[in-house]
């Protein structure tokens, strides 16, 4: 028998770092919460999908919501901890566990995995928070404007259970409650006649989605042997060359996202170089050209000599990248389809790829299924990069971020901004056969009405489902937004229960916003930006 669980007054859905961000918020107004998702691990993008964080270049100074930073401060001091470090690495204040180039933070899934389950501890011990972990939704109630409840499937023992709310947080990650409950939403690319954006395509098309990739991570071991059997599909994708590609997609010639000019990629495990030398910085340098060191999740040589035999570095690569199909709308094929290029990938590197000594293949690397928690070492969950996004009050467009629109230091100023966040305008290849599209964006603004269904009256978005477009989403869909969206999100429904209001009163009246910004601003939620400029 499924024990009963008391009617919580927030159900949030999906556990991802939107869904803990509003969770989080939510406890702390003193409201009973449960928070459900679909794999074991909360954490999304972070560690179920294993992706290290992408930030924006002044994350260490400002531009952050403190819990936010207090997720990052937790992270750096469990490694301080429990790893050793050498000691040069134990005094820095701005730690990068990995030493990768895409973040100032770079670490490992089970380690952001640890800090936040410890952060929502102290919220299960008094009960407020229930976590249902391995539940996925399946159907939802609504009328009269009002979602009533969510039916969700528990994957481990084919059990169901329907959870009634007073407020509905979507934090899963495409959007999925929007779907059940008939929630108004975009999904795909929209027309360039719908908000004139300059980068739209001139038809909308609800299959044309940013690809996914499924990650895993790597150490190597020279003179060992760790080849993988040969994948079902390798043989497709080892003779796979996109039409807008420079060559085969399983090679180290891909092209530059910013300028599609084609651009060699180097690979050389466990390099020799101090981890202490590398800097993130992805408004100078987006670091994506020397493979191993992109998105190295642990450096060896930050630690006592001895400690660990290899770096472990994670692959989220322009190699596999899969975009063949949509996810929303074939999960079930597109999922196999990426699993498959990313083992035929690994499979290439151990066999095929070549060497800077003049030879080929790599058959040291050995995947790592107990950094990924996992019985094949691939993620969790695949990461993806867009979700269905609801028709809000406000719809964040190019006219609104991109740089050459509105210059280095434009950007749209909202009235009802409930946060930051600063990123450029970011999409991977797509399904509908479109190349990067990779342009300068502003730091940028997050709008409340962004939050806002425009008829749905108690459901709230918390992730990448917010109202940006298919362009937009590209800039807003990072780790510090997703987060950003989420706290916002639940600190919106605690303060509208605890006021007897509507979120659209909050949003849409001057005097009832004030209220929850100063909410927002004593909880360590920056609003506005200071004087930097887009990149």
């Given at each position: 028998?499924?024990?009963?669980?008391?009617?919580?007054?927030?159900?949030?859905?999906?556990?991802?770092?939107?869904?803990?961000a509003?969770?989080?918020?939510?406890?702390?107004?003193?409201?009973?919460?449960?928070?459900?998702?679909?794999?074991d691990?909360?954490?999304?993008?972070?560690?179920?999908?294993a992706?290290?964080?992408?930030?924006?270049?002044?994350?260490?100074?400002f531009?952050?919501?403190?819990?936010?930073?207090?997720?990052?401060?937790?992270?750096?001091?469990?490694?301080?901890?429990?790893?050793?470090?050498?000691?040069?690495?134990?005094?820095?204040?701005?730690?990068?566990?990995?030493a990768?180039?895409?973040?100032?933070?770079?670490?490992?899934?089970?380690?952001?995995?640890?800090?936040?389950?410890?952060?929502?501890?102290?919220?299960?011990?008094?009960?407020?928070?229930t976590?249902?972990?391995?539940?996925?939704?399946?159907?939802?109630?609504?009328?009269?404007?009002?979602?009533?409840?969510?039916?969700?499937?528990d994957?481990?023992?084919?059990?169901?259970?329907?959870?009634?709310?007073?407020?509905?947080?979507?934090?899963?990650?495409t959007?999925?409650?929007?779907?059940?409950?008939?929630?108004?939403?975009?999904?795909?690319?929209?027309?360039?006649?719908?908000?004139d954006?300059?980068h739209?395509?001139?038809?909308?098309?609800?299959?044309?989605?940013?690809?996914?990739?499924?990650?895993?991570?790597?150490?190597?071991?020279?003179?060992?042997?760790?080849?993988?059997?040969?994948?079902?599909?390798?043989?497709?994708?080892?003779?796979?060359?996109?039409?807008?590609?420079?060559?085969?997609?399983?090679?180290?010639?891909?092209?530059?996202?910013?300028?599609?000019?084609?651009?060699?990629?180097?690979?050389?495990?466990?390099?020799?170089?101090?981890?202490?030398?590398?800097?993130a910085?992805?408004?100078?340098?987006?670091?994506?050209?020397?493979?191993?060191?992109?998105?190295?999740?642990?450096?060896?040589?930050?630690?006592?000599?001895?400690?660990?035999?290899?770096?472990?570095?994670?692959?989220?690569?322009?190699?596999?990248?899969?975009?063949?199909?949509?996810?929303?709308?074939?999960?079930?094929?597109?999922?196999?389809?990426?699993?498959?290029?990313?083992?035929?990938?690994?499979?290439?590197?151990?066999?095929?790829?070549?060497?800077?000594?003049?030879?080929?293949?790599?058959?040291?690397?050995?995947?790592?299924?107990?950094?990924?928690?996992?019985a094949?070492?691939?993620?969790?969950?695949?990461?993806?990069?867009?979700?269905r996004?609801?028709?809000?009050?406000?719809?964040?467009?190019?006219?609104?971020?991109?740089?050459?629109?509105?210059?280095?230091?434009?950007?749209?100023?909202?009235?009802?901004?409930v946060?930051?966040?600063?990123?450029?305008?970011?999409?991977?290849?797509?399904?509908?056969?479109?190349?990067?599209?990779?342009?300068?964006?502003?730091?940028?603004?997050?709008?409340?009405?962004a939050?806002?269904?425009?008829?749905?009256?108690?459901?709230?978005?918390?992730?990448?489902?917010?109202?940006?477009?298919?362009?937009?989403?590209?800039?807003?869909?990072?780790?510090?937004?997703?987060?950003?969206?989420?706290?916002?999100?639940?600190?919106?429904?605690?303060?509208?229960?605890?006021?007897?209001?509507?979120?659209?009163?909050?949003?849409?009246?001057?005097?009832?916003?004030?209220?929850?910004?100063?909410?927002?601003?004593?909880d360590?939620?920056?609003?506005?930006?200071?004087?930097v400029?887009?990149?």
């Open positions: 028998m499924i024990p009963e669980i008391p009617e919580p007054d927030i159900l949030v859905v999906g556990g991802g770092l939107g869904g803990v509003a969770a989080l918020a939510a406890c702390r107004a003193g409201r009973t919460v449960v928070l459900t998702e679909e794999t691990w909360i954490g999304g993008q972070l560690t179920s999908q992706v290290p964080p992408d930030e924006h270049p002044w994350v260490e100074q531009g952050t919501t403190a819990s936010y930073r207090a997720l990052r401060d937790g992270i750096r001091e469990y490694y301080r901890r429990w790893y050793p470090l050498r000691s040069e690495a134990l005094a820095l204040s701005r730690l990068n566990p990995g990768g180039r895409v973040s100032k933070l770079c670490h490992e899934p089970r380690v952001a995995l640890a800090v936040l389950e410890s952060m929502l501890a102290p919220h299960r011990a008094a009960g407020r928070l976590l249902l972990t391995e539940h996925r939704p399946v159907a939802a109630e609504s009328d009269n404007d009002v979602v009533r409840s969510v039916t969700l499937d994957l481990r023992d084919g059990g169901r259970r329907t959870i009634t709310a007073r407020y509905v947080v979507d934090a899963t990650e959007g999925e409650v929007l779907e059940l409950a008939g929630v108004e939403h975009a999904v795909g690319a929209e027309s360039r006649a719908e908000f954006e300059p739209a395509p001139d038809r909308a098309d609800p299959l044309n989605q940013q690809g996914i990739t499924v990650c895993f991570a790597l150490s190597h071991h020279e003179g060992e042997d760790h080849t993988i059997d040969r994948p079902a599909d390798h043989d497709f994708w080892s003779s796979y060359r996109p039409d807008f590609w420079p060559g085969p997609l399983l090679g180290f010639e891909a092209p530059d996202p910013r300028s599609l000019e084609s651009v060699p990629r180097t690979f050389v495990p466990n390099p020799a170089l101090d981890p202490l030398d590398v800097t910085d992805q408004s100078a340098d987006a670091g994506d050209k020397e493979l191993w060191g992109f998105r190295r999740i642990l450096a060896r040589k930050l630690h006592r000599p001895g400690a660990f035999d290899s770096d472990i570095t994670l692959v989220n690569w322009p190699l596999n990248d899969y975009w063949l199909k949509p996810f929303i709308g074939e999960e079930t094929e597109a999922l196999r389809g990426a699993r498959q290029l990313s083992l035929s990938l690994l499979y290439w590197l151990q066999t095929a790829a070549p060497r800077q000594d003049g030879g080929t293949g790599f058959p040291g690397l050995r995947i790592r299924p107990d950094v990924t928690g996992t094949d070492g691939l993620a969790k969950a695949p990461y993806l990069r867009e979700s996004r609801i028709k809000a009050v406000t719809t964040v467009t190019e006219h609104d971020v991109a740089i050459d629109l509105v210059g280095p230091y434009g950007g749209t100023r909202h009235r009802d901004s946060g930051v966040g600063g990123y450029r305008i970011d999409l991977h290849p797509s399904t509908g056969g479109d190349n990067y599209i990779d342009i300068g964006s502003v730091p940028f603004e997050i709008p409340l009405g939050l806002l269904p425009r008829r749905v009256r108690n459901l709230l978005p918390a992730g990448k489902n917010i109202g940006t477009t298919h362009i937009t989403n590209g800039c807003y869909r990072l780790h510090p937004v997703e987060w950003n969206a989420g706290e916002v999100a639940g600190a919106l429904a605690a303060h509208c229960l605890a006021e007897g209001v509507e979120p659209h009163q909050v949003q849409s009246e001057d005097k009832r916003f004030e209220e929850f910004a100063r909410l927002l601003d004593r360590g939620v920056q609003r506005h930006w200071p004087d400029r887009g990149y």
